[in-house]
């Protein structure tokens, strides 16, 4: 996986789609004229070709995972997120603008963000909404006088008995919390990133482009919030909401195509305030000292005790120590003559405590099980082990009898398959290794905590070459396995030097797309670091191997690791009451997103629901801005103004004493 692409972002009011959607009928015509040429009979005549077709965009959902991008706060988080607007983003760029809120198309999203807090309810559980599902034909047909939902005409592949999600909210809960017209003009934008490629920095751009829907209202300070996404196609009439005419207690019925719901409780759960809280003592995989020296000695470097069933039936415990080794250095790197017939040869015995050290042995044994879990992959190694060595053989003889002395060895090289060469690369990087030959103990990764270690290269070695066993039966395919290695320069890991971090935290499943960078020299302060001061490790996997673990190497020794968000991973947000502003407020940027000194007050629709008031929101943020009268305001603007900075968590490894 490559290092991370430095790139910018770009805020953008809106993406049109080519056509809308509909239904387009196309009509083409020719007429023949030639004069005397052709009789006249077809002199003149007219010729035409009709088509129709249908342009299709999101109407009813419920939409894929493969659409959505992100959503933020994440689902089913516990967080300090009561200063952040809800949002979700999009990977089609038009998404928002697929259709319109009310019956021309004025570039306004037809999709809002409505979020609901327990307190709205007051206890009375009977008024929350509570998403169901209908067909089609009850949703256009509805005759309940008290549910009320707009005539609708099916498009060309929707069918009655189409399954949608709707849910019905009473009117006295959304009038102080749907957006006004005015208001959707900054409910929706696209951001587009550009990345500069790393092999021709600043000449090659690539664009990746995502849309946005913010919500208008902040989440429940001290409790559950539910946040819907919801369909408002055809709704607005006269630049306001169509409520049709409804009583207080009467039901308004909105199509819903995502939801999710959070909660505010504990301050400490925010990204920056876990990773500052992550346990990283000591900073390697590691159990807690012992008293007993001997004992010491094999926990310092990773070692945990497990049950071992011996070969004649009785059972002991031994040590076992996984790839992720604690320090470079910390012991001589012991050297073995690969290939080996038996993963016993690999055992190694502490006669002063009477344990067996178990681990490369089980490395050996876990690469033999893995290439021979994978059958087509294993016939393939051993069909081109054995034209390799008939190869060897082939030659042989011929310097024998012939005495071809200066016969170049190169052809006795035959390519090894791509398949093969890529599986034995991945498995270099522990791709395939199950999580408890990484981690045996879960004492060595705590529940929110982060280790730093250096990958054993011998283990390493040990796996593959169990791997590569596979037909090495005698001991003339040990000798056959021997002059492959030695011929390709196979297997050969000990001269690699790669580390890496493994991350077991809320942070891994609450925010998607991390980024993380690993540098080679400890660097404390969190300023940019200047490539003097310390070089940008290449990342060579990256990878979430549970909901919660995250587990990245990089080539070269880590010292120092830079945790934090993709610019499209950005949340909106204003600026809490503090002692010295106890009023809410937004600090604006300039163009170019830097932070200034000007900061404004929030203009609330309804302050004690903590709806903002968007368009006089903008209208402010216009003024202080400076612009003319002239220039339009734009959701794109507003979206950079409204962006919270990406938050970043500098981690450095610490040697124990």
């Known amino acids: 996986m490559p290092t991370t692409e430095k790139g910018k972002v770009q805020f953008i009011q809106f993406h049109q789609p080519a056509l809308e959607s509909g239904t387009y009928d196309l009509k083409v015509e020719q007429t023949i004229k030639a004069g005397d040429k052709i009789d006249n009979n077809g002199n003149g005549k007219t010729y035409s070709r009709e088509l129709t077709f249908v342009v299709q965009g999101e109407r009813f959902g419920p939409l894929s995972p493969n659409d959505i991008y992100a959503v933020f706060p994440p689902p089913e988080s516990l967080g300090e997120h009561s200063n952040v607007l809800p949002h979700i983003t999009f990977k089609r760029s038009t998404l928002p603008w697929e259709r319109y809120p009310g019956q021309t198309d004025d570039n306004l999203p037809w999709l809002i963000l409505l979020l609901f807090r327990e307190s709205d309810f007051d206890g009375n559980e009977e008024d929350k909404p509570k998403p169901k599902n209908v067909t089609l034909s009850e949703l256009i047909t509805e005759n309940s006088p008290n549910i009320k939902y707009p005539t609708m005409v099916l498009e060309l592949g929707q069918t009655p008995n189409q399954q949608v999600t709707v849910i019905d909210v009473k009117k006295k809960y959304l009038q102080d919390i749907l957006p006004t017209y005015e208001d959707l003009s900054y409910t929706a934008h696209v951001r587009r990133r550009l990345l500069a490629s790393a092999s021709e920095e600043n000449l090659k751009l690539l664009e990746k482009e995502y849309s946005t829907i913010i919500c208008n209202r902040l989440p429940e300070p001290s409790g559950k919030s539910t946040v819907y996404l919801v369909s408002i196609e055809g709704r607005y009439s006269n630049n306001k909401f169509y409520f049709m005419d409804a009583k207080e207690d009467d039901l308004i019925r909105f199509v819903s195509l995502a939801s999710w719901e959070f909660s505010c409780i504990d301050p400490e759960q925010s990204f920056t305030k876990l990773l500052q809280r992550l346990n990283h003592a000591p900073s390697s995989p590691r159990l807690p000292k012992s008293d007993n020296e001997k004992a010491e000695e094999y926990l310092k470097k990773g070692y945990v005790t497990i049950p071992h069933s011996l070969r004649k039936g009785s059972k002991t415990y031994s040590w076992y120590s996984s790839p992720l080794g604690t320090a470079f250095n910390d012991k001589e790197q012991e050297i073995y003559e690969f290939p080996m017939k038996a993963s016993d040869q690999l055992l190694r015995y502490d006669s002063e405590i009477g344990m067996f050290d178990i681990s490369y042995s089980a490395a050996w044994q876990l690469g033999r099980m893995l290439m021979l879990e994978n059958q087509g992959l294993a016939v393939q190694l051993f069909k081109w082990k054995r034209e390799v060595v008939q190869n060897i053989k082939r030659l042989q003889q011929q310097q024998t009898h012939l005495r071809l002395i200066n016969s170049t060895s190169s052809k006795t090289k035959k390519i090894i398959p791509n398949p093969v060469k890529q599986w034995f690369q991945g498995l270099g990087l522990l791709q395939g290794v199950p999580f408890n030959y990484l981690v045996p103990d879960e004492g060595l990764l705590p529940p ?174 216009k003024e202080t801005l400076s612009s003319s009268d002239e220039d339009e305001f734009t959701s794109g603007q507003f979206g950079l103004q409204m962006i919270e900075g990406v938050q970043k968590v500098r981690l450095v490894f610490k040697e124990s004493v």
């Open 448 to 621: 929110e905590s982060i280790r730093f270690f250096c990958l054993d290269s011998v283990w390493i070695d040990c796996l593959q070459d169990g791997a590569f066993s596979v037909g090495r039966v005698t001991k003339g395919d040990l000798s056959d396995d021997k002059k492959i290695i030695e011929l390709n320069n196979f297997l050969r890991q000990q001269n690699k030097t790669i580390s890496g971090i493994i991350m077991r935290s809320q942070v891994v499943s609450g925010w998607p797309g991390l980024l993380v960078d690993g540098y080679d020299q400890v660097v404390s302060d969190l300023d940019s670091i200047d490539p003097t001061e310390a070089n940008l490790l290449p990342l060579l996997r990256m990878e979430t191997l549970a909901k919660d673990v995250l587990l990245c190497l990089f080539e070269g020794e880590i010292k120092t690791v830079d945790i934090h968000l993709q610019p499209e991973s950005m949340h909106f947000g204003l600026d809490a009451p503090t002692e010295d502003s106890p009023e809410w407020s937004k600090n604006l940027r300039n163009s170019e997103g830097e932070l200034m000194e000007n900061s404004i007050p929030i203009p609330w629709k309804n302050e004690e629901k903590e709806v903002i008031d968007l368009q006089k929101f903008a209208t402010q943020m």
